[in-house]
């Protein structure tokens, strides 16, 4: 992971009051925009905000790949389930968090084991809550 110092989407974009159809297109489809702006959208609070971008594929079946960028929120209180930024004796991680039955981070990909952990050594720097990824194709 790599923190990205300043990222911000400053210029507000456009939002149509449509959904967008994932299976039939809609013929009744209005053309009504409402303005997004996408750092008002994912950065609830600011001051606590980060960005990192990701390294690896150990979280890729929560849809988290090599290359696509997290929005972390510091003042997010971490839950089960919840998928976090976390150190284990000066390693930084994102897993899944998972409390019960035992205490351990969980990758979401089967070919990379739990980390179990002590709960005094674990320090959480934040709870991931948009994860900003490239549809482009890649080029050589």
């Not at 039939?24 to 702006?37: D, H, I, Q, R």
């Not at 980060?50 to 690896?56: A, I, P, Q, T």
């Not at 849809?63 to 976090?84: K, M, N, T």
Request: hydrophobic share 40%; glycine share 4%; charged share 20%.
């Amino acid at each position: 992971m790599s923190f990205i110092p300043g990222l911000q989407w400053k210029a507000p974009h456009f939002l149509f009051a449509e959904p967008v159809a994932a299976g039939f297109p809609s013929p009744a489809a209005g053309y009504e925009a409402n303005e997004l702006n996408l750092h008002d959208y994912c950065v609830r609070r600011p001051a606590a905000t980060y960005f990192l971008r990701v390294s690896g594929d150990s979280m890729r079946d929560a849809r988290i790949h090599d290359g696509d960028v997290l929005v972390v929120d510091r003042a997010e209180e971490p839950r089960h389930g919840s998928i976090v930024i976390a150190s284990i004796d000066n390693e930084f991680t994102v897993k899944q968090l998972q409390l019960r039955p035992y205490p351990c981070l969980m990758p979401l990909n089967p070919a990379f084991p739990p980390i179990r952990f002590d709960p005094e050594a674990l320090q959480i720097w934040g709870v991931v809550t948009f994860t900003v990824m490239s549809h482009r194709p890649c080029t050589p």
